[in-house]
């Protein structure tokens, strides 16, 4: 979502993009590793935006963390998917799927967080990722309609309710 960081950075935000690896077969181990190198030493006024596994990469990292972030903006963000298209996507989706978080220490790490979905996501069960979104991490919950997985391949670009989500979690630190 390059457009997303154009808007923030107008506002004044600094806003790091990481190159994930191995984006053909993303794991745990590996994206949590990356991204704790990019991040370096994480403060009060660090936020996270995440896209669907991103989300799940975000989740992992603040459950390593032993002091918290300001907040969270989670796009498309799951604990379970459905209608994987094939052996390979649900391959690579199981381990994300299976291997538990410790939801305490991730909400200690996370006072503050939002969950944008949409009511139509071919992967995402909208009313149980809500549901668990609220309980497990007390995230509130923004649902766009006709969505899909909110993506360009979608035919979903721009939304303003990313930007009005970041500016309503930056507000209120």
């Known amino acids: 979502m390059p ?28 994206w949590v590793e990356y991204l704790k190198s990019i991040v370096g030493t994480p403060d009060k ?6 896209h669907s596994i991103g989300c799940q ?4 990292y603040l ?7 300001d907040g969270a903006i989670f796009v498309a963000g799951w604990f379970n998917l459905i209608n994987l298209e094939g052996p390979e996507a649900e391959a690579i989706a199981k381990p994300w799927v299976e ?19 949409s009511d139509n996501d071919p992967f995402v069960p909208h009313e149980e990722t809500k549901k668990q979104f609220e309980e ?24 303003p309710q ?11 630190s």
């Open 45 to 50: 006024d660090t936020y996270f935006i995440g």
């Open 57 to 60: 990469t975000i989740l992992r």
């Open 136 to 159: 497990r991490l007390g995230s509130e919950v923004v649902t766009i309609k006709s969505a899909g997985h909110i993506t360009s391949d979608d035919g979903f670009g721009p939304f």
């Open 63 to 69: 459950e390593t963390l032993n002091a918290p972030v």
């Open 99 to 117: 291997t538990p978080m410790d939801f305490k220490k991730i909400r200690a790490n996370l006072p503050r967080s939002i969950l944008v979905l």
């Open 3 to 30: 457009w997303a960081k154009t808007a923030l950075e107008k506002e004044g935000v600094k806003v790091m993009v990481p190159d994930m690896p191995h984006t053909e077969a993303p794991e745990i181990g590996e």
């Open 162 to 172: 990313l930007i009005e989500s970041f500016q309503k979690l930056s507000a209120s």
